[in-house]
């Protein structure tokens, strides 16, 4: 099993600009989230979705949309890039609650928004 | 809502000396809480978790962390510290209210001299 895939692995983006963090699964989970990480600040939730269709937003959803077509599949968009959005950005889902089933991690998405 | 506190962004210790990361937590109900390790450029991974059944939860790698309700802590604990630990630790909450979502810590490193 590959797991959680996430590419790219790093991206540079101009302020302004647009682009899609791709993000795929092979176990079947119903939820998938989008964290991101900044030093000193820990993960905090951007989106997620407990299955195909539905998503609800998370702790900084500001400048960023998700969509779940598929199960296996939840990117990430970010309309018009900013600054303030350099960071790492981890994919993770899971198979059913958090008590009885970790979050498994992609290896994340560096991204710099100069 | 609930949330935790890591106490220490930075850990240094020696080679077989004792391991102690701190996290205190906050809610207003019954929690399931988390410790998740994150080595250089990888995502993270469950290290152990309680779920109200035991409070003293034993992980992989050694690790182990006693649930306090009277504290409110969950402290995670190695009695004898490998290089290869060296890490960041990211302690997580969650609570049994709809579909659990995870909000971590900031996340403690460990350093481990020689």
């Known amino acids: 099993n590959a797991g959680v895939t996430q590419t790219p692995k790093f991206q540079v983006l101009k302020t302004g600009q647009s682009m899609t963090l791709q993000c795929a699964q092979d176990m079947n989970h119903e939820y998938m989230s989008w964290y991101r990480q900044d030093p000193g600040m820990g993960l905090r939730l951007i989106h997620y979705s407990v299955g195909a269709g539905i998503t609800d937003q998370g702790e900084v959803p500001n400048g960023y949309n998700v969509s779940r077509s598929t199960t296996e599949d939840f990117p990430l968009r970010l309309l018009s890039a900013a600054p303030s959005q350099t960071s790492v950005y981890f994919c993770?889902?899971?198979?059913?609650?958090?008590?009885?089933?970790?979050?498994?991690f992609g290896n994340g998405t560096r991204l710099t928004v100069t | 809502a609930q949330s935790v506190t890591q106490l220490g962004s930075h850990v240094s210790v020696s080679e077989g000396a004792l391991v102690l990361l701190r996290c205190n937590y906050s809610s207003s109900v019954p929690p399931y809480l988390f410790w998740y390790v994150q080595y250089p450029n990888q995502g993270l991974q469950l290290l152990l978790k309680y779920t109200s059944a035991a409070t003293l939860v034993k992980g992989i790698n050694g690790f182990e962390a006693e649930f306090k309700k009277s504290e409110t802590s969950f402290h995670l604990t190695k009695p004898s510290a490998h290089m290869s630990d060296a890490a960041e630790y990211f302690c997580?909450?969650?609570?049994?209210?709809?579909?659990?979502?995870?909000?971590f810590g900031t996340g403690t490193r460990l350093l481990v001299s020689p």
């Open positions: 993770a889902s899971r198979g059913g609650q958090a008590y009885n089933s970790p979050l498994h």
């Open positions: 997580a909450v969650s609570v049994n209210t709809g579909f659990q979502k995870l909000v």
